[in-house]
């Protein structure tokens, strides 16, 4: 049983007649009848009483009837359904994002994606890199930003591109802000320290081991709101990343050279092709950092590393 035979079986039972049904779906008369035959001899039953003048359904044709229009009317649904994804007018993409990142960058990069795509459904989980990274491979997400580490070795189950490379700061809750100051200078002062499984707590822990010493905390565990909530409640003083900390409201000071940084990725299935809408965020978060780098519009202490 084919769907255009529905087609032409509903166009008979519509207009009673062979040749005004075959003039509707626009085919030749014979060829009309021919597949009404075949479609017969499927189903084992004539679905048509043919006497001249006159055409009328068959019991058979009348139980066919309403199923007909019911799978001709799913399968152009199908039709229009595929259509609108292709065309981004409907679909779904799932990103993944460090919280630090769901702060800054990509807020400004949702805003730009639903002003073109506003029929696209938009998921955002937040998560440490480790964490982004099994999600990716467990197929719970489309695409992640991530912190690559240090080895610049992702996962090799990933496709990974470069985005921007991005200085950590030192904020506090008050006090002028000096020009620099040495991650030595952390020796003996409680910081205000991420939970377990953050880039930041990572990058911040070696950063000092790497100049010597063992940081002490003033609290630790939290997320960055909480982070930057205990920075201004005056427990201490944090290491963030230099796009949060532009919007944080506290005092800034960077580290002098060479200084603290991360570099900021966007990753996907290596062997899983991309959605059409997550394709289109992809493009959407290249494009917008391409306009802000050449607009001079980029955050302070952030560098583009895209081509």
Not at 217 to 229: I, P, S, T, W
Request: aromatic share 4%; hydrophobic share 45%.
């Amino acid at each position: 049983m084919q769907l255009q035979q529905l087609r032409y079986f509903l166009a008979v039972a519509d207009t009673c007649h062979f040749t005004r049904a075959a003039e509707a779906v626009r085919v030749a008369q014979p060829s009309l009848s021919q597949q009404i035959r075949a479609l017969e001899r499927e189903l084992g039953a004539e679905l048509f009483h043919r006497t001249r003048g006159n055409i009328a359904l068959t019991d058979a044709g009348d139980a066919l009837l309403p199923l007909a229009r019911r799978i001709v009317a799913d399968a152009e649904s199908a039709r229009l359904a595929v259509q609108e994804t292709v065309q981004l007018r409907r679909g779904r993409v799932r990103l993944g994002a460090p919280p630090s990142l769901c702060t800054s960058l990509v807020p400004d990069v949702l805003r730009v994606f639903r002003d073109r795509y506003p029929g696209v459904a938009l998921g955002v989980r937040e998560g440490g890199s480790r964490d982004l990274v099994r999600w990716l491979a467990a197929g719970e997400l489309d695409l992640a930003l991530i912190i690559t580490p240090p080895s610049g070795e992702a996962a090799p189950a990933l496709a990974v591109t470069e985005l921007l490379h991005e200085e950590l700061v030192l904020v506090a809750a008050a006090g002028r802000s000096r020009s620099a100051v040495r991650v030595a200078e952390l020796k003996g002062r409680p910081l205000v320290m991420f939970r377990e499984g953050y880039d930041l707590r990572e990058a911040t822990l070696a950063a000092c081991r790497a100049a010597g010493f063992e940081p002490e905390f003033a609290v630790e565990g939290g997320e960055m709101d909480a982070v930057l909530g205990f920075v201004r409640a005056g427990l201490g003083p944090a290491v963030v990343p230099g796009m949060v900390a532009a919007r944080s409201g506290l005092t800034v000071t960077p580290f002098a050279g060479p200084g603290l940084g991360r570099t900021i990725a966007v990753a996907h299935g290596h062997e899983v092709p991309l959605t059409r809408a997550a394709e289109a965020l992809h493009t959407t978060l290249l494009a917008h950092l391409h306009d802000a780098a050449r607009s001079g519009e980029l955050p302070p202490g952030t560098r583009l590393l895209l081509p």
